[in-house]
Structures are given as C-alpha cells and as structure tokens.
C-alpha cells in the first residue's frame, strides 16, 4: 500500500520557521518527482514547491520564492520543506505527493499520490 505522511506542521509566529517532512512508502518513490501543495480555508490547492526525482531540479512558486526551499533525500525516501520568514498568508493545510510525470509539476492533476495533509498557522 502507497502511503505519503506528512509530518512537521504547527502553530507558528509570523517570521517563524517550520520544517515539514513527508515520508514515502508501498513504492520507490527516488524515480517519482515530489512536490508540496497548500490549500486554506475556501480555497483551492494551490502549487508550493517541486523537485525532480534527483533533486537536481526544483521549482517553487512565486509567494515563496526566497522564503521556502525544497530538498529530498532518496535513501529515506523523504522530501523536506523548510519554510522561512513564514506570513499568517501561509496558513493552510499542506500536502506532499508524487509524481511519475516530467511535465506541469505545478499542476495538482499532474500527481498520482498524496499524503493526508498537515496544518500550519502563522499568528500575526
């Protein structure tokens, strides 16, 4: 069974900084390009971070470009989010997932996988 956990959310200052972690099982996700998605209250998912299967390729959208970085590391089947200088704005339910296409990784649509979500606040 395929399963995606997310781990790392809470409740954070404005300025703050959290670490999610998302931990892959059931397949050999080193192949799979993973990303991470957010999606507040009333709104719909919307795009954070991707990184390609190596790692060597990682694209991130504009709102946290400079404050968020996107890292993996295969041999734990593992891809991380650091997310810096964090704004109430980020406030949403984070999911990670995994990807076996190459193209449109910023779309939801591109993804087979994705874990349960994990929240995060910023206060102001």
């Known amino acids: 069974q395929v399963q995606l956990v997310e781990s790392g959310g809470g409740l954070v200052q404005a300025g703050g900084s959290l670490r999610l972690s998302c931990v892959a099982s059931g397949l050999t996700f080193s192949s799979y390009a993973r990303g991470w998605f957010r999606q507040a209250p009333g709104k719909e998912r919307e795009f954070v971070a991707t990184?390609?299967?190596?790692?060597?390729?990682?694209s991130l959208a504009t709102s946290v470009k400079g404050r968020f970085t996107i890292s993996r590391d295969n041999a734990k089947n593992t891809v991380y989010l650091q997310m810096n200088s964090l704004k109430p704005e980020d406030t949403a339910v984070y999911y990670c997932?995994?990807?076996?296409?190459?193209?449109?990784?910023?779309?939801?649509?591109?993804?087979?996988?994705w874990g349960q979500g994990t929240q995060v606040t910023v206060s102001s």
């Open positions: 990184i390609s299967w190596s790692g060597g390729t990682t």
């Open positions: 997932a995994s990807s076996k296409a190459r193209l449109r990784l910023d779309s939801p649509g591109a993804y087979e996988y």
